[in-house]
């Protein structure tokens, strides 16, 4: 099954930029669909997380929530086995735990995370 670590978060200030990067290890990563979620703070226990966009297995197709639409741009190299996701703009509401999800045909899954925080 394929392992996954998300990486790059950090704090940043509101109208700022970040992209984070999604690694995955022990498979062709060409045949996994990858999409982000978020985990915004104070979630509570067992909360779904929130979809924020998707990117095709070779990248031709993305798709976002409107909230971040314009904002966010996914993009992957399948040769890196790494998924990335460049968010501008950046505002308070975004402040989440971000996660990478990989699929394939019936296997899901998933990385720890990583932290975005954003504020003045």
């Known amino acids: 099954q394929v392992q996954i670590v998300e990486s790059g978060g950090g704090s940043v200030q509101p109208g700022g930029s970040l992209t984070i990067s999604c690694l995955a290890s022990?498979?062709?990563?060409?045949?996994?669909?990858v999409s982000w979620y978020r985990q915004g703070p104070g979630t509570a226990p067992g909360t779904e997380r929130d979809l924020v966009g998707f990117i095709s297995r070779s990248g031709d197709r993305t798709e976002y929530i409107n909230p971040v639409t314009g904002r966010f741009t996914i993009s992957r190299d399948n040769a890196k086995n790494t998924v990335y996701l460049q968010m501008n703009d950046l505002k308070p509401a975004d402040t989440a735990v971000y996660f990478c999800?990989?699929?394939?045909?019936?296997?899901?899954?998933w990385g720890p995370g990583t932290q975005v925080t954003v504020s003045a």
């Open positions: 999800q990989a699929v394939s045909g019936n296997l899901v899954s």
């Open positions: 022990g498979v062709t990563f060409n045949q996994y669909s």
